[in-house]
């Protein structure tokens, strides 16, 4: 690949994490389709890689949210735990995965998570959480879960994390700030995995790191202090659906 093409994929990866750390995602949805689109690998290099900016946007965001209160770790402490176990174990099943069914798994979760995220927009914010030892069960296995796909899709897996904790009662900032503090293991823990097969692409890697640190600082920053929860809902369940589309139609043609 030649260094316009890594500048114009560092350019995209900057404009998808403010988003998505507004959301306390790490950005996968977009990280990886935007590296295939590119014309890099999917397996040795979009999907490990997104895993690391998913870790990385994730990490930074959740480290700002901590500094505004919003993170519950005793409640997202048994699911980040869970997605750090099993995420190495979903980056080790790449292999034996055909591409056309990663891509065709990887857009039916997209559109599952965009339609759910849609239809709970609308909604008003929560008033009671559940109990600490519901919040502790059910993000056990839904956090074990996510990091089993992170690890075999390379998206991290807050897409999963986040509705469950709205589902616990959890207001919408403090749901991505926990999101971020879960994914976070998930994400890393599945790169790790990859690295051990063998696959990165350094000079990638670097240009988008530091896309990534920039933009999930500006998104947490716009997530805590001027963010209205129903338009981010909103237009993160749109980019979703888009996401989706284009996935099914390239399968398709």
């Not at 997202?76 to 750090?84: D, K, N, Q």
């Not at 891509?103 to 927009?121: P, Y």
């Not at 616990?168 to 293991?185: D, E, H, Q, R, S």
């Not at 670097?206 to 998104?219: F, K, M, R, T, W």
């Amino acid at each position: 690949m030649d260094l316009s093409t890594y500048l114009l994929a560092s350019g995209l990866i900057l404009v998808v994490s403010v988003l998505f750390s507004m959301l306390g995602l790490g950005g996968g949805m977009l990280y990886v389709p935007i590296f295939k689109w590119l014309g890099f690998p999917l397996k040795s290099v979009a999907i490990p890689l997104g895993l690391l900016l998913n870790g990385v946007t994730t990490l930074s965001a959740f480290l700002r949210y901590a500094r505004e209160g919003l993170v519950d770790f005793r409640g997202g402490l048994p699911a980040a735990i869970a997605g750090l176990a099993l995420a190495p174990v979903g980056a080790h099943m790449v292999q034996y995965v055909p591409q056309h069914i990663l891509i065709a798994l990887f857009a039916g979760l997209v559109t599952i998570a965009g339609l759910r995220t849609l239809v709970k927009s609308g909604g008003g914010e929560p008033t009671e959480m559940a109990s600490n030892t519901r919040r502790a069960m059910v993000g056990g296995v839904v956090g074990g879960s996510a990091g089993f796909i992170a690890g075999l899709l390379g998206i991290g897996g807050g897409f999963i994390v986040a509705p469950m904790l709205m589902e616990l009662g959890y207001p919408t900032k403090k749901a991505a700030a926990t999101t971020a503090f879960i994914v976070t293991f998930s994400s890393f823990s599945g790169f790790l995995g990859h690295m051990a097969e063998g696959h990165v692409d350094l000079t990638l890697a670097g240009l988008s790191l530091v896309a990534v640190i920039a933009g999930s600082q500006l998104g947490a920053w716009l997530m805590a202090n001027k963010a209205q929860p129903g338009w981010v809902k909103r237009m993160y369940g749109i980019v979703l659906l888009a996401i989706a589309a284009k996935l099914l139609y390239g399968l398709l043609a």
